[in-house]
């Protein structure tokens, strides 16, 4: 049962243009989202997130949106840089156990010189 | 500032061995998590110790895991026996406070990778 699902398992974009990761979730309880980028044989970091009382985050490059009624996500990334090239989790925790991070699957990003 | 520590980065054994992973938190955080990756699973919580007590277990696979946390600084994951089903990276986070409360985030240890034969 995913209730954090991350359909694209990969997405390749050439260097200055704008990458978008997509993220679905079906448990309405969710109420904060993050994303978190992944190097090889490194612990995922934390990169952005949103509250879901709001339908827009913006940091520097980074921009993630939410649709509660779609109940979606995605990650902007503007302009892509090749150091961008890692794997984005999607995670969303419910409200009545705020400490439980539910991850979706990963999408790799290869971000083109 | 040293982020989570985890130790053996890489460990390889045999089956019915028994494996002891190690995780040092962020001084001064009070929450520790312990997740393990996996092609199939993903990314899952297998425990949650908030000021060294367990408070969510319900994610341990099974009596052969355990895991403890004598004190704010040191923590174990311990498998006995171990199986090649338990062949997964296993990550260690922290978070300053409980929960996710006001924006913390939870910062993970660079993991260890296990291999059982």
Sequence with gaps: ?113 | DAGVIQSPRHEVTEMGQEVTLRCKPISGHNSLFWYRQTMMRGLELLIYFNNNVPIDDSGMPEDRFSAKMPNASFSTLKIQPSEPRDSAVYFCASTPRGGLAGGDTQYFGPGTRLTVL
Aim: aromatic share 12%; charged share 20%; hydrophobic share 35%.
């Design chain 1, 1 to 113: 049962d995913q209730q954090v699902k991350q359909n694209s398992p990969s997405l390749s974009v050439q260097e200055g243009r704008i990458s978008i990761l997509n993220c679905d979730y079906t448990n309405s309880m969710f109420d904060y989202f993050l994303w978190y980028k992944k190097y090889p044989a490194e612990g995922p970091t934390f990169l952005i997130s949103i509250s879901s009382i709001k339908d827009k985050n913006e940091d520097g490059r980074f921009t993630v949106f939410l649709n509660k009624s779609a109940k979606h996500l995605s990650l902007h990334i503007v302009p892509s840089q090749p150091g961008d090239s890692a794997v984005y989790f999607c995670a969303a925790r419910r409200m009545d156990s705020s400490y439980k991070l539910i991850f979706g699957s990963g999408t790799r990003l290869l971000v083109r010189p």
